[in-house]
């Protein structure tokens, strides 16, 4: 039994990543379990290179704090990094590799963090409403049983709460669609210039619709990259069509490369990545709290607040169209920190997309920001739960956290 690690974090995406170092930086101890090879999350295994939710519709940045504190180091870190305006939203531009260069350095430098990779949880044990024991599997077979004072389900498909009452999660049948993302490079400058880059989405769109692409490739989108010659394809898949990993995805991808190789600017492009397909909705937790449509539309804000934010509801049907719901110019709505907080349970939280909230306030605050923004409140909030004299204290008498190591 090891109770080494009084704050247990699950899943190293935006919402873990936030938690894991709001929690250390208050002072805790911290095990940062995360499934995959590496962490990162989404962003970087589906290969995110627009992060929403870190500014307002002015393109003001619009929670202070680990969200703004990331966006500064990737707009001073990356030589094309840069603040974008998209729609009637503001996104940073910067390469899912340098963020997860960013984000791996930043756990690293903090000594109160252990990081367990290709690690997960197979059970949680509860009793009178309190998450007494996890234990966790691993990849190379060591079982480990740790008992936490506060545990973070950051899983993006809620794994942690599931496993203690199903009940306490709701999908939404059927899922939005999810999506597969290719980076292609080498591609002439300029080629998604208007009006030459509708030109190239219209061709796509035309031969899915005759029937010579799949299809699946009715929905595909060109967005410019980060670097000058690169273009991100990002095509819709539905979630159905994940779960199952269908190898139509990769028929899909090469159709889409090989149509795009013969337009005009992509003759010497090559493909430089591909990512992981990447579900937006895995579900959500109940919580104390639930954030509801109402509240987002009518920028409701809450004494509470995790998070604050203005991004669009994006409205993804199962099959991969897309409509956005702008909220009215300068409005903006709080995520309070009880729609974080797992109902009935005093030491389970959940960080990042998987807040509590209906299907339409999720489409709004799951983007990037405001994942970083919920997982920092909740990080600080299971190191309060540590140390109940760090709670009770107002925050003029709480001691100040260590001043943010630099990152390497
Ligand atoms: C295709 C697609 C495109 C998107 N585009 C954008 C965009 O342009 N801009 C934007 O801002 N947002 C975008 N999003 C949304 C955004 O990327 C996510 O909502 C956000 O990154 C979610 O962060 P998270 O921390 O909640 O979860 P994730 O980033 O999904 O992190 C969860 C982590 O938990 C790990 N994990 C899962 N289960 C376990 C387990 N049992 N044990 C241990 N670890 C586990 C996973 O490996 C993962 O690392 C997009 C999402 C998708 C799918």
């Given at each position: 039994l090891n109770a080494e690690h009084p704050v247990v974090v699950v899943g190293a995406g935006a919402?873990?990543?936030?938690?894991?170092?709001?929690?250390?930086?208050?002072?805790?101890?911290?095990?940062?379990?995360?499934?995959?090879r590496a962490i990162g999350g989404t962003v970087v295994h589906s290969l995110i290179h627009t992060l929403g939710g870190l500014y307002d519709d002015?393109?003001?940045?619009?929670?202070?704090?680990?969200?703004?504190?990331?966006?500064?180091?990737?707009?001073?870190r990356g030589r094309d990094s840069r603040q974008r305006r998209l729609g009637r939203t503001w996104v940073l531009n910067a390469c899912p590799m340098l963020y997860q260069e960013l984000v791996t350095g930043w756990i690293g430098s903090l000594p109160g963090i252990t990081v367990a990779l290709e690690t997960w949880v197979d059970r949680v044990t509860e009793r009178s409403g309190r998450i007494e024991m996890v234990t966790l599997g691993s990849r190379s077979g060591v079982v480990t049983v740790v008992a936490p004072r506060a545990?973070?389900?950051a899983t993006g498909t809620c794994a942690v709460v599931r496993l203690v009452d199903p009940a306490l999660v709701v999908d939404r049948e059927p899922a939005a669609a999810g999506g597969l993302i290719v980076v292609l490079r080498g591609v002439e400058p300029g080629t998604l210039e208007a009006p030459r880059g509708?030109?190239?989405?219209?061709?796509?769109?035309?031969?899915?619709?005759?029937?010579?692409?799949?299809?699946?490739?009715?929905?595909?989108?060109?967005?410019?990259?980060v670097r000058s010659d690169e273009v991100y394809v990002k095509l819709a898949v539905p979630t159905v069509v994940i779960s199952a990993r269908s190898a139509s995805l990769d028929a899909e991808r090469d159709a889409v490369v090989e149509l795009l190789r013969r337009q005009p600017g992509f003759s010497s492009s090559y493909v430089a990545a591909t990512g992981a397909p990447g579900i937006?909705?895995?579900?959500?937790?109940?919580?104390?709290?639930?954030?509801?449509?109402?509240?987002?539309?009518?920028?409701?804000?809450?004494?509470?607040?995790?998070?604050?934010?203005?991004?669009?509801?994006?409205?993804?049907?199962?099959?991969?169209?897309?409509?956005?719901?702008?909220?009215?110019?300068?409005?903006?709505?709080?995520v309070p920190l009880r729609a974080l907080h797992v109902r009935g349970l005093a030491n389970l939280w959940t960080a990042g997309k998987?807040?509590?909230?209906?299907?339409?306030?999720?489409?709004?605050?799951?983007?990037?920001?405001?994942?970083?923004?919920?997982?920092?409140?909740?990080?600080?909030a299971a190191a309060a739960t540590t140390a109940p004299a760090l709670a009770s204290a107002s925050p003029h008498q709480q001691p100040?956290?260590?001043?943010?190591a630099p990152l390497p």
């Open positions: 919402g873990g990543i936030a938690a894991a170092i709001a929690a250390a930086r208050a002072g805790a101890r911290v095990l940062l379990v995360e499934r995959g002015a393109g003001r940045i619009i929670n202070g704090g680990l969200a703004a504190e990331l966006a500064d180091a990737l707009l001073h545990v973070v389900d509708l030109a190239h989405l219209r061709a796509l769109r035309a031969a899915a619709a005759e029937g010579s692409l799949p299809a699946g490739c009715q929905h595909v989108w060109l967005d410019h990259g937006r909705d895995g579900g959500r937790v109940v919580g104390e709290c639930m954030l509801s449509e109402d509240d987002v539309r009518s920028g409701r804000k809450f004494a509470d607040r995790a998070a604050r934010c203005a991004w669009p509801i994006e409205r993804w049907d199962p099959h991969g169209s897309v409509a956005l719901e702008y909220l009215p110019s300068g409005l903006s709505y709080d998987t807040v509590s909230a209906d299907a339409c306030a999720q489409a709004s605050a799951r983007v990037v920001g405001t994942c970083w923004a919920m997982g920092e409140a909740v990080g600080r100040q956290p260590p001043a943010p």
